[in-house]
């Protein structure tokens, strides 16, 4: 282990240990702030003027032979960015990584984990830079790119480490293994036990979460002894692209190779993401995506050990109600959040066409859809607001599904764009919500991806809960929600949650949504149900990355 190394390790032990007792409380705790108040001052007010002068020229990495300059990211926010990144000689790239790997395996955990320790303490600090990329790149709103770009991905990466450091240290690396023999000398053994890497990472981000959904497999990776190619959308490079160049910083500083973590962009026309996974070095990818993609890759790439988080139909199942007015709030800031682009907002929800109590009363099934119209439209009412809530599409063809939608069923309330203040030619567009009967399957059984949302008409809560099984079983979900005043049936929505293997929220109408995932507390996704195959972030997300080799030879009894 270099002296440098062992100086991290130390230096971030404390919140090492802290980490590891938070994913064992599951309480709450983190070192990241999320309030931008608790960061300088003059980093927060220098960070759009750092993230200009960005633009428009090369961004510069430790590349392995690199081919050409690749770019082409225009922010959703209506304009170019104009970065070029160097793309690697693949071959090249993976042989240096290949090569990097044994020193990286032979410096040990401790190392290993100090360096990741390190890596996420300058990301921190960086966090108002962080979040100008990834504002600029996803879409997402300011305040969301800063908290979910910055300190929450920044969690959920650490949150990986400390996993990695359970996993890493139930071993001991030696021991003497002494069998009695009755009347004849012991048996004597000593023994030595080593983590070994299983081989190179490939992370492939996704264009709406470029760290957050990133930094569980980067972290997991690098911590337990594997090279990572991060390989950007090729819509969002450049907070990728930032994470690499930390990371490659504090590697070559601590005296490792800085190819250890690469960045290796491609386009749209020239993909690079099925040769990366098929390439006999791979052996883990982590992936975040489209369902036909992801199965692609369980599918072919089977030299490699895949986490690929997918699509689902996230449901929300309303039986009764206390508060009308706050449930509905809260449903409308769930819809609303960054336009319905997070893997964990509600698609179907289901409510029984005779309708449903509420403290102040019964309510018809149009009355409920209604009032969640209402509250949409209220929640939004205030366009400055609006826009920093919706944040803007990511892609164009998201704005494109919006209106093939339309016709899928009785439109509640529709989507309408609106114009940003400081970004006139953002594309930003309000929930499309739309009324449909539990017959028309094809119409909310399919992830819609985007601001788009279905009131299904059941014929009961037992029949809304049927539906919702039937649909996550097929086609999997990360959240489901459920809203009841009867005890009994919140033990029907306990039950259903564990038959389909997806995470409970039960009668949210706070400050709490169903979108939000806390690390070290909340599994992001279980891996039981057909959305995800793993979770984010757990034993055996992490365990698997590398394997433990023995030796052993005969030794002398003390």
């Known amino acids: 282990m270099t002296q440098s190394a062992q100086q991290l390790f130390d230096l971030h032990r404390e919140i090492l240990d802290q980490a590891v007792d938070a994913i064992s409380s599951r309480s709450f705790w983190t070192p990241y702030p999320e309030s931008m108040r608790e960061y300088p001052e003059v980093a927060v007010k220098a960070a759009p003027s750092h993230f200009e002068s960005l633009l428009s020229q090369p961004f510069t990495l430790n590349g392995v032979g690199n081919t050409q300059q690749i770019g082409g990211e225009v922010s959703p926010y209506g304009f170019e960015l104009g970065i070029t990144y160097g793309q690697p000689d693949t071959k090249a790239l993976m042989a240096a990584m290949q090569k990097a790997m044994r020193d990286w395996r032979d410096a040990g955990a401790e190392a290993r984990v100090g360096a990741c320790l390190e890596i996420l303490s300058r990301l921190n600090a960086m966090s108002p830079e962080i979040a100008q990329a990834v504002m600029h790149t996803s879409g997402q709103g300011p ?94 490079i450049l907070p990728v692209a930032m994470t690499a160049r930390v990371a490659q910083e504090v590697l070559e500083e601590a005296g490792f190779d800085p190819c250890l973590v690469s960045l290796v962009p491609d386009t749209v026309d020239a993909p690079l993401t099925k040769t990366l996974a098929l390439d006999p070095a791979v052996k883990l990818i982590d992936f975040t995506g489209s369902n036909a993609f992801g199965d692609w890759l369980i599918k072919n790439a089977t030299q490699a050990q895949v986490f690929a988080e997918k699509a689902g139909i996230n449901s929300i199942i309303i039986d009764s109600v206390a508060n009308l007015k706050s449930v509905m709030a809260n449903l409308a800031f769930s819809l609303s959040l960054y336009s319905g682009q997070m893997c964990t907002t509600p698609q179907a929800i289901y409510v029984p066409k005779s309708g449903i109590e509420t403290l102040d009363g019964h309510l018809s099934f149009d009355d409920v859809a209604a009032a969640l119209a209402k509250a949409v439209q209220a929640f939004l009412s205030d366009n400055d607001r609006a826009c920093t809530v919706l944040g803007a599409l990511q892609s164009p063809v998201t704005e494109a599904r919006i209106d093939k939608c339309r016709g899928l069923g009785e439109i509640v309330l529709d989507s309408e764009p609106r114009e940003h203040i400081q970004f006139p030619k953002a594309r930003t567009h309000t929930p499309l919500i739309l009324k449909v009967g539990a017959e028309q399957k094809a119409a909310y059984s399919e992830e819609r991806f985007g601001p788009i949302s279905f009131i299904v008409a059941t014929e009961s809560t037992a029949h809304s809960i049927e539906l919702a099984r039937d649909v996550i079983r097929e086609k999997g979900a990360i959240t489901l929600g459920g809203y009841t005043t009867d005890e009994t049936v919140a033990e029907q929505f306990e039950e259903l949650a564990m038959e389909v293997a997806t995470p409970l929220s039960l009668n949210l109408d706070g400050g709490l949504f169903v979108n939000q995932s806390a690390a070290y507390s909340d599994f992001h996704a279980t891996g039981g149900n057909p959305a995800a195959n793993a979770s984010l972030c757990n034993q055996a997300f992490v365990a698997s990355r590398f394997v433990v080799v023995q030796s052993r030879r005969h030794g002398q009894s003390n």
Not at 167 to 185: L, N, R, S, Y
Not at 197 to 214: E, Q
């Open 143 to 236: 305040m969301m790119a800063f908290q979910a770009g910055g300190p929450h991905a920044q969690d959920r990466g650490l949150e990986a480490v400390a996993y990695a450091w359970q996993a890493m240290t139930q071993t001991p690396a030696t021991m003497q293994w002494v069998k009695p023999q009755g009347k004849h000398d012991p048996l004597v053994i000593d023994k030595r036990f080593h983590i070994v890497p299983r081989g190179i990472s490939l992370v492939v981000a996704c264009s709406t979460f470029p760290t957050w959904n990133t930094y569980p497999g980067l972290f997991a990776s690098l911590a337990t002894g594997n090279p990572v190619i991060l390989k950007p959308h090729p819509g969002a």
